[in-house]
């Protein structure tokens, strides 16, 4: 018998002196008179006019090794069909082409027509007719351990597929500023997964410059962190509502009874401040440089929840947003409304050019109503208007 031909395959390029050794090697010629055979349910290959066979070290035992010499002459078929697979396992599960058929709801002449087709295929027989019933061989006992591997697999990609267009399975990447990673976002997080409990949420607390790179080179779905005037080429935003900024001062200190505390007021405090690289101590300063008050520091710290630890040791006042001061709100201090009415923005990346999948968007809206809702909140009860 003539050998079988082996494609040479390539993959967006030229084949090289390597592969063609290699697909050499893989190739083998099969004896007619029943020598052992490679082909492990041989594909047949269509490459432009050609019908070329592609070869597999199947090491399936006696079974494979026993194809018909019809088989071995056409180099092999094409793939199993879904319908020729189901057909086996109703027979197999039920026993007989009369109740296969019934099982699957089409004529029985159609059953034995896949099947003979299937068996085509592989080359030999898969069972042994005995009156009515067929008996399967020990080949098709294994075939069939494979086959229902396989539904199960297609009935979990199914499962997947539906849960994922139901916002019920999925994986979201998400990063906040440490200001953001108590307080509200985790509880927004918290009742967010509580509607998609099939969603796993990895959460990373970074600086904004970080978050933007990160987001930038599609290592986080979304990241929340300070509106930025640098713009990054790989990263679109989205701005969320003014944050207003208020003062965190101790229970019992002299401006916990104001209505609001101003910037006279803290020259005459001993303020806890961010460090002057914060972009809402810039506003302070300008602030304070128009109404020609000096205002003096006490103690400098780069994050907001330190300088409120240190209002609630009773070490002074600050002045943060409205957000971080809820999200480390302790006993011991009192938020107050602060004038002149600043704020703070906060904006939404992702990366450039890259579709948010149902489940970002889902959660971008559900950050965006509830920040909305909590700043309204605040307004209503402060009478604090952020400026824009």
């Known amino acids: 018998m003539a050998a079988c031909r082996v494609s040479e395959w390539t993959e967006l390029g030229v084949v090289t002196q390597r592969q063609r050794e290699r697909k050499r090697k893989i190739g083998q010629k099969i004896s007619a008179r029943g020598a052992t055979v490679s082909f492990a349910l041989s594909r047949k290959v269509m490459i432009g006019s050609t019908d070329v066979c592609a070869p597999a070290d199947a090491g399936n035992g006696a079974g494979l090794a026993s194809l018909k010499n ?175 900024v208020v003062c965190v001062v101790p229970e019992g200190h002299a401006l916990a009874d104001v209505e609001a505390v101003t910037l006279q007021h803290l020259e005459n405090a001993t303020l806890i401040s961010l460090l002057a690289s914060d972009p809402l101590v810039a506003q302070i300063e300008r602030h304070a440089a128009l109404a020609n008050l000096r205002i003096p520091i006490a103690i400098e710290t780069n994050l907001a929840a330190t300088a409120i630890a240190f209002c609630q040791a009773g070490a002074g006042v600050t002045v943060v947003d409205y957000l971080s001061a809820r999200a480390t709100a302790a006993k011991g201090v009192v938020i107050k409304k602060f004038e002149p009415a600043l704020s703070i923005n906060y904006s939404i990346y992702r990366q450039k050019g890259s579709k948010a999948s149902a489940l970002t968007d889902a959660l971008i809206e559900r950050v965006i109503n509830e920040l909305t809702r909590e700043i309204v909140g605040f307004e209503a009860a402060t009478g604090a208007r952020p400026a824009f």
């Open 70 to 244: 019809r088989g071995l002459e056409e180099c092999g078929v094409s793939d199993f069909t879904l319908r020729e697979l189901e057909v086996f396992a109703a027979i197999m599960q039920h026993g007989t082409v009369t109740k296969a058929a019934d099982f699957l709801d089409i004529a029985q002449p159609g059953v034995s027509k896949l099947l003979a087709r299937l068996e085509a295929k592989v080359g030999y027989s898969l069972f042994n007719r005995q009156r009515q019933r067929l008996i399967p061989t020990a080949e098709a006992m294994s075939l069939y351990a494979e086959v229902e591997r396989s539904f199960i697999s297609t009935r979990e990609i199914m499962r997947l597929a539906r849960d994922l267009g139901d916002l019920r399975a999925g994986r979201l990447k998400i990063g906040i500023l440490p200001a953001l990673g108590s307080g509200l976002m985790p509880t927004i997080i918290h009742e967010f997964q509580a509607d998609h409990p099939g969603v796993r949420i990895t959460v990373n607390i970074r600086t904004t410059q970080t978050l933007v790179e990160w987001a930038g080179r599609n290592q986080l779905d979304l990241a929340i962190g300070v509106t930025t005037s640098i713009e990054h080429p790989a990263v679109v935003r989205r701005t969320l509502p003014p944050v207003p």
